[in-house]
């Protein structure tokens, strides 16, 4: 009985051990591509398709293994076009480079 016991605890820390599983090099979100789709397909189903769409183009910037990518402000200039100089709220969501892990989502106002 204490062999069976024995054997097992081995191979639950074997299994711990060699199960974490792949992680590749450059982590799971390797560039700020992969880091835009992603922010957008988290954003959509939580502001809306047409929300999220609107503040495109999205730009990823990465400072210690986190991507953080926001939108880009629209609003009418006051002569009949749009500018990106405005008060205005943008999509800004944070994940992490190493296992793509969403660290925080919001939208300012």
Not at 78 to 96: F, L, N, Y
């Amino acid at each position: 009985m204490r062999i069976f016991a024995l054997l097992g605890c081995f191979l639950l820390i074997v299994t711990l051990a060699f199960g974490q599983g792949y992680r590749p090099k450059e982590g799971y979100v390797p560039d700020a591509a992969t880091a835009v789709r992603i922010a957008d397909a988290v954003l959509a189903p939580v502001y809306g398709e047409k929300q999220i769409e609107s503040e495109g183009p999205f730009t990823a910037k990465l400072k210690d293994d986190v991507w953080t990518i926001s939108g880009t402000p629209r609003c009418p200039d006051g002569k009949g076009d749009i500018t990106t100089r405005c008060a205005g709220g943008v999509a800004v969501v944070e994940i992490s480079k190493t296992d793509a892990r969403v660290i925080t989502m919001i939208h300012s106002k």
